[in-house]
Each structure stands twice: as C-alpha cells, then as structure tokens.
C-alpha cells in the first residue's frame, strides 16, 4: 500500500526523511543524473541498514541472535520504513529508466537526421539510358537451334489415325 509523504515522515523522523524527500515528484524531475546517482546510494544504504535490522531481529526471536534485537513492537515500523526506502529507490530507478530512455531516444534521432543529411547531400543516380533508349527492350538472340515439329508432319498422326480406321470400317 502506498505511504503518504506525512506517514513517512511519521515514521521516519526529520532527518531520515530529507534523505526520502527529494524522491517524490517535482523535486525528482528537477535532479540531475549525478544527484540521483548520489541520491541512490544513500538510499540503499539505508534499505540495506533497515534490512539488516530486520533480519537480526528475527534472528533473535527463533533464539539464534543476540537477544536485544528481540523487540516486536519495533519490528513492524522497521519492515515499514524499510518499504519505505524500497518504495523511495523504485521511483529514483524509475527515473533513471526514463533518463536513459530520453537520451537513447535524442542520440536516435540524431542519427537518423545525419543519415538523412547524408542522404540528401548524396548526388542523385541517373544512369544514362544506353543505345535503346526510348525503343524499348530488344530481343536477345538465342545461340540455340529451332526445336519442334516440323511443319509438314503436323497433324499427320491423326490422318493416320483416321485413314486406319476407315481402312477397318470399309
């Protein structure tokens, strides 16, 4: 479930919420990428504190840990501040992604008007039309001889055919 900027600070306390502070929406679009990179340092560090916590404590209710960590009721603001710090560097890697994306999109782009300018600059290929321009396409001659039937036997298997039959008929 989503934590209000109030509850974080609530559970927080002032100085560890000015480490979440410039997370949240306007501040976040106005930071550079070395200040976010900065930023998300720190608030791994603090995950990883509030993770380590967490993990001592429950180590020390099964009774395998040191026995001061064995606090309860700090448990749940422990799981809750470190989701908060959780939620702070998804939004902090979110705008990295989107950092990222723009710049990929703006080194595209001016690639792809380098292309067009070289494109443009290219000289124009006309070939000349060759000795057949504007007559069309001439026929190549085949080195082959004529093949088929010669003219003279065709249609003769069929008077064959015919004058036979007649023959039996007759």
């Known amino acids: 479930m989503a934590t209000t900027k109030r509850d974080e600070r609530a559970l927080l306390g002032e100085a560890a919420y000015q480490v979440v502070a410039p997370t949240h929406y306007p501040e976040i679009e106005a930071l550079p990428a070395e200040e976010l990179r900065s930023l998300a340092n720190r608030l791994r560090e603090h995950h990883a504190k509030a993770r380590d916590l967490l993990r001592e ?3 020390a209710r099964s009774g395998k840990g ?8 700090e448990h ?16 902090v890697n979110s705008r990295f992604d989107a950092l990222t994306e723009e710049r990929r999109r703006e080194e595209h782009r001016a690639a792809m008007r380098a292309a ?9 290929a006309h070939p000349q039309g060759g ?4 007559r069309g396409m001439r026929a190549n001659p085949s080195g082959k001889g004529h093949r088929g039937v010669n003219p003279g036997r065709v249609g ?3 008077q064959q055919n015919k004058a036979a ?6």
């Open 57 to 59: 404590g429950r180590r």
């Open 66 to 73: 040191d026995a001061r960590r064995a606090a309860t009721a």
């Open 76 to 91: 749940g603001k422990l799981a809750q501040r470190k989701q908060v710090y959780a939620a702070a560097l998804k939004r």
């Open 116 to 124: 067009l300018a070289r494109k443009q600059a290219a000289r124009a």
């Open 131 to 134: 000795p057949t321009a504007g």
């Open 156 to 158: 003769s298997v069929s």
């Open 165 to 170: 039959q007649a023959r039996r008929d007759g």
